[in-house]
């Protein structure tokens, strides 16, 4: 059973055009998060959402929207798409209490915009 | 603000040598500490992590890290290198208490074992 599970794994599509990236948890986590490896390898959050608390990275465009019907899940949809936008996008999630905490990635969904 | 850097971007070491993989973090209260570990075209695995008293962590294999607070310090080390532990490598820092816990990363280092 994979704990973190992100589709599609791959994307390619065309500037202007706006996506979608799904994930799923089946870990029981309060907290999830979305990611963004740049192709230096860079990670940096983008989004956490707790308890139906966003929180957003002030430098996230807001071209960028999280959407979580229920715990379980916390979809990225992506507006206007830009060539800047390539990256690989990872779905994480963690407990939100307790001292065993770490955070769960998925395996990443690598964005190509053309 | 909490942050953590990584010393090399690009380690190599031959087969059987030691592994050393430097992370420093600035944070007023000790955070939470991790490791995580990329293989090509995968995502993140958690390595070990850094969450009590215990200053010597042991994870998967074979790595472990010690938690130095007087060098605000969390470096990586594996005895003996092998072809398989190539990989990109993240250390990565968490604020303690309640809450969502944001992973800030450092910006990796790449290891290459030399057969």
């Known amino acids: 059973d994979t704990a973190v599970s992100q589709t599609p794994k791959y994307l390619v599509t065309q500037m202007g055009n706006d996506k979608s990236i799904k994930c799923e948890q089946n870990l029981g986590h309060d907290t999830m998060y979305w990611y963004k490896q740049d192709s230096k390898k860079f990670l940096k959050i983008m989004f956490s959402?707790?308890?139906?608390?966003?929180?957003i990275n002030e430098t996230v465009p807001n071209r960028f929207s999280p959407k979580s019907p229920d715990k379980a899940h916390l979809n990225l949809h992506i507006n206007s798409l830009e060539l800047g936008d390539s990256a690989v996008y990872f779905c994480?999630?963690?407990?939100?209490?307790?001292?065993?905490?770490?955070?769960?990635f998925g395996q990443g969904t690598r964005l190509t915009v053309v | 603000a909490q942050s953590v850097t990584q010393l090399g971007s690009h380690v190599s070491v031959s087969e059987g040598a030691l592994v050393l993989l430097r992370c420093n973090y600035s944070?007023?209260?000790?955070?939470?500490l991790f490791w995580y570990v990329q293989y090509p075209n995968q995502g993140l695995q958690l390595l070990l992590k850094?969450?009590?008293?215990?200053?010597l962590v042991k994870g998967i294999n074979g790595f472990e890290a010690e938690f130095k607070k007087s060098e605000t310090s969390f470096h990586l080390t594996k005895p003996s290198a092998h072809m398989s532990d190539a990989a990109e490598y993240f250390c990565?820092?968490?604020?303690?208490?309640?809450?969502?816990?944001?992973?800030?990363f450092g910006k990796g280092t790449k290891l290459s074992v030399i057969p």
């Open positions: 944070s007023s209260v000790p955070p939470y």
């Open positions: 990565a820092v968490s604020p303690r208490g309640a809450g969502s816990y944001q992973l800030t």
């Open positions: 959402y707790n308890n139906k608390e966003l929180i």
């Open positions: 994480a999630s963690s407990p939100s209490t307790g001292v065993n905490t770490e955070a769960f």
């Open positions: 850094y969450t009590s008293a215990a200053t």
